[in-house]
């Protein structure tokens, strides 16, 4: 796609990137006393990713017809989108200051009035559905760009999540990527207490997706899976990303409880501080 540059071509910016995902998202639900950090903190490796390397997409051209279109489905964990498209220079950085608060463009689902979104979302369910209907689009007018839908493991309860899968395969959108932030735990205990999914990889293989499993928080296989050449013709792209919920900080990680609840002005320095720790660690000359 000419004019249309990736935002960031080196891993380690990924890693750079991802830390300010963090760090933002962290202070945007403070403030705010909002919730869904968890569920934020989980998917900034994959954002960082996505918007680092994978992504099609450029903040000079938010709306050029050939970028590649992503769709958060869960978006109650819109801080780290927000966060990563302040990062790469969609939105004003100031714009973050205003998240949560009435008459904000920022609401605490994700709101395609924001400049790089694609699609409002809230009630689960939804993202692959539309992201399917995209695809197809794509197919039948001999586009070159891509589908890629980022969704929950819990909303895969959704009946709507099969169909679009079943409707994908059928139609053979070999353009269509669909990530699952599959961190184990959703609103208020485990995914697989509510309503269990194994065998997942089985299940999408046996709906015709070509399908692979990742560390959700490895860099370098998130961006071999996530490049722009097909696994299988012919057949959409299921990566169930395995992910830690509350990622990056250690008394959120595996913590159900951090779905609901927001952190003091206290607890967010303690956060903050790991985060940059942690960065500084993973330096060359640490």
């Known amino acids: 796609m000419e004019n249309v540059p990736l935002l960031v071509t080196e891993l380690q910016d990924t890693q750079l990137l991802a830390r300010r995902i963090r760090m933002q998202a962290l202070t945007m639900v403070t403030r705010a006393k909002a919730s869904h950090i968890g569920s934020a903190l ?158 997942f990889h089985a299940k999408f293989e046996a709906f015709g997706w070509a399908v692979r499993e990742v560390d959700g928080h490895d860099h370098q296989a998130l961006a071999s899976a996530l490049a722009a050449k097909p696994w299988e013709m012919g057949k959409p792209r299921m990566l169930i990303a395995h992910t830690t919920k509350g990622k990056g900080v250690s008394f959120m990680e595996n913590k159900v409880e951090w779905h609901y609840r927001n952190p003091t002005p206290e607890l967010l320095d303690v956060a903050l501080a790991e985060i940059l720790t942690t960065g500084k660690m993973d330096q060359p000359d640490a």
């Open 42 to 199: 989980s998917i900034a490796d994959i954002l960082a990713v996505l918007y680092g390397q994978a992504l099609r997409v450029s903040a000079a051209a938010p709306r050029h017809p050939d970028r590649d279109r992503f769709i958060l489905s869960k978006g109650h964990a819109c801080v780290a989108v927000y966060a990563a498209l302040a990062e790469t220079g969609f939105i004003d950085p100031a714009m973050l200051d205003s998240y949560g608060t009435d008459g904000s463009a920022l609401m605490a689902h994700i709101s395609h009035k924001v400049s790089g979104v694609e699609f409002s979302t809230g009630a689960l369910g939804h993202g692959l559905p539309f992201g399917t209907g995209k695809a197809l689009a794509a197919k039948r007018q001999a586009k070159a760009w891509r589908t890629v839908v980022l969704t929950s493991d819990g909303e895969w309860g959704e009946g709507s999540n099969w169909e679009a899968a079943l409707f994908a395969a059928h139609h053979q959108l070999d353009n269509l990527v669909c990530i699952i932030d599959y961190n184990k735990l959703q609103s208020l205990g485990t995914v697989n207490d509510t309503l269990r999914l194994e065998p």
